[in-house]
T-cell receptor, first 111, second 115 residues
Framework: GENVEQHPSTLSVQEGDSAVIKCTYSDSASNYFPWYKQELGKGPQLIID?????GEKKDQRIAVTLNKTAKHFSLHITETQPEDSAVYFCAADTGRRALTFGSGTRLQVQP | GAGVSQSPSNKVTEKGKDVELRCDPI?????LYWYRQSLGQGLEFLIY????????KSGLPSDRFSAERTGGSVSTLTIQRTQQEDSAVYLC?????????????FGPGTRLTVL
């Protein structure tokens, strides 16, 4: 089955700096890669996703890149703000409709 | 509009007891998932319901775990003879019928503590 590895497990940045979280996946059949943000006491919320026919996608301060050859994808957050502090999860799906999640990255943005 | 709701929000039980966790998906959503999130870990897939099709139970960790979905809406996850290692946050997610295949909308979760 699919295996998704995510790093770093924790990331601390100064407000205004950029943050990058990286994930690798094992199943070359995976074709959908969402990123979720989870705040304390809440369920994960989709923030951006990318499909395998696209190499990059951007939404305001958030961007995701995908390298299918290397089987890795990354989340980039620019101009970080304290409200960006949360746990971020990457995930991959082969089309069988159940996501395989990474282990999460706890992002702390220092004001 | 109303999102996915789960109840109870917290559940403390004694080892060996049975528990039932409830999920109310967004109205009209046809697919429903259960995940388990252990402390500091990612989400572990448990079971998936899609319409009237047989559920995908491939993620259930043991036969103490079962789930049902009545009328294509509300779902109940049951854990029998709970063990301490069952302690985790149990998350439910649903997908709209006309949306992209995997845009999952999550509930707030039920935090289960087995003493």
């Amino acid at each position: 089955g699919e295996n998704v590895e995510q790093h770093p497990s924790t990331l601390s940045v100064q407000e205004g700096d950029s943050a990058v979280i990286k994930c690798t996946y094992s199943d070359s059949a995976s074709n959908y890669f969402p990123w979720y943000k989870q705040e304390l006491g809440k369920g994960p919320q989709l923030i951006i996703d990318i499909r395998s026919n696209v190499g990059e996608k951007k939404d305001q301060r958030i961007a995701v890149t995908l390298n299918k050859t290397a089987k890795h994808f990354s989340l980039h957050i620019t101009e970080t703000q304290p409200e960006d502090s949360a746990v971020y999860f990457c995930a991959a799906d082969t089309g069988r409709r159940a996501l395989t999640f990474g282990s999460g990255t706890r992002l702390q943005v220092q004001p | 509009g109303a999102g996915v709701s789960q109840s109870p929000s917290n559940k403390v039980t004694e080892k060996g007891k049975d528990v039932e966790l409830r999920c109310d998906p967004i109205s009209g959503h046809t697919a429903l998932y259960w995940y388990r999130q252990s402390l500091g870990q990612g989400l572990e897939f448990l079971i998936y319901f899609q319409g009237n099709s047989a559920p995908d139970k491939s993620g259930l960790p043991s036969d103490r775990f079962s789930a049902e979905r009545t009328g294509g809406s509300v779902s109940t996850l049951t854990i029998q003879r709970t063990q301490q290692e069952d302690s985790a946050v149990y998350l439910c997610a649903s997908i709209p019928p006309s949306g992209l295949a995997n845009e999952q909308f999550f509930g707030p979760g039920t935090r289960l503590t087995v003493l």
